[in-house]
């Protein structure tokens, strides 16, 4: 882990007045601590702060969650994916601005084929988060194969949109379990692109790659380390700094103050809890 004195503050939002303490197990109920899920929704809900009118692509229950939650509070021009043909309405106390009534707090509001969603990414109006099967420092993702791609031990899904999503569009990712089997040194197979390759394209394509943060259920990282290295932004409540290092399979730029992952307000756990998801399918996510 190396320190870097002047490292940005993390999420800017003031926490709320609840325990540190984040209950990693079992559906929330009203009134008690924020759990480990929840706090991992509104930390994705953060990496869309300040997007606007732009289309929010999650992959993911969590991701999704947060991008929803973003939504019904601090961005309400974006635009939410169900990751098919549909983009969701805000809708607060079960019911649309139009007055349509949702189930658990989905509303549609509008078709979008995919041949649209192809042209907003080419436009730059879209902020996906994606999984990784395996990151580097510079952010370069696989989610194709393990192990030599001529001969690979695992074919994984393959390299799907990532190489276009990266160097069109703003990108972040979820990774629901740190460690060192997803946090490598060199990827086995390049899917997305990392800042150090972009870079080697030249500024067509540098000029229009950005990487926004990495939510895992450890912590919170961007890439404002040196030459657009991973950096440590903030850690979940519980979780040191050396239990990140441990996690990770390279050196992990970090604060001399790691601060916390901001905890949910009383009002986005309401939203959590008893609108966007009542069943509790955050916390499975992270089983």
């Known amino acids: 882990m190396t320190a870097e004195p002047n490292a940005t503050p993390a999420d800017a939002a003031p926490p709320a007045a609840t325990p540190a303490a984040a209950p990693r197990g079992g559906a929330a109920t009203r009134g008690g601590p924020a759990t480990l899920a929840e706090i991992c929704v509104v930390a994705c809900a953060e990496a869309w702060r300040g997007d606007g009118a732009i289309l929010a692509s999650p992959m993911g229950v969590i991701p999704m969650l947060g991008a929803r939650l973003a939504q019904l509070t601090f961005e309400p021009g974006l635009l939410v994916t169900d990751g098919e043909a549909t983009v969701l309405a805000p809708v607060v106390d079960g019911t649309a601005a139009d007055g349509s009534a949702g189930h658990h707090g989905r509303v549609i509001e509008g078709w979008i084929p995919f041949r649209d969603v192809f042209t907003l990414l080419a436009a730059g109006k879209r902020h996906i988060m994606m999984g990784a099967s395996q990151l580097d420092q510079f952010g370069n993702q696989n989610i194709s194969c393990i192990g030599d791609w001529a001969r690979p031990k695992a074919q994984l899904i393959g390299v799907r949109g990532a190489p276009g999503n990266t ?117 499975r996510e992270l089983a």
């Open 167 to 283: 160097v069109n569009h703003p990108v972040s990712y979820w990774v629901p379990k740190h460690s060192r089997r997803v946090f490598v040194e060199h990827v086995d197979m390049v899917s997305g692109v990392g800042y150090n390759r972009a870079a080697s394209l030249g500024p067509q394509i540098a000029g229009f790659h950005e990487l926004r943060q990495v939510v895992t259920n450890l912590a919170v990282l961007d890439f404002g380390g040196h030459e657009h290295a991973m950096r440590l932004r903030s850690a979940h409540p519980g979780v040191s700094v050396s239990d990140i290092a441990d996690a990770t399979g390279f050196v992990l730029a970090a604060p001399l103050d790691v601060p916390q992952t901001r905890l949910p307000t009383d009002a986005e756990l309401a939203l959590i809890r008893e609108q966007l998801d009542p069943d509790g399918l955050r916390d």
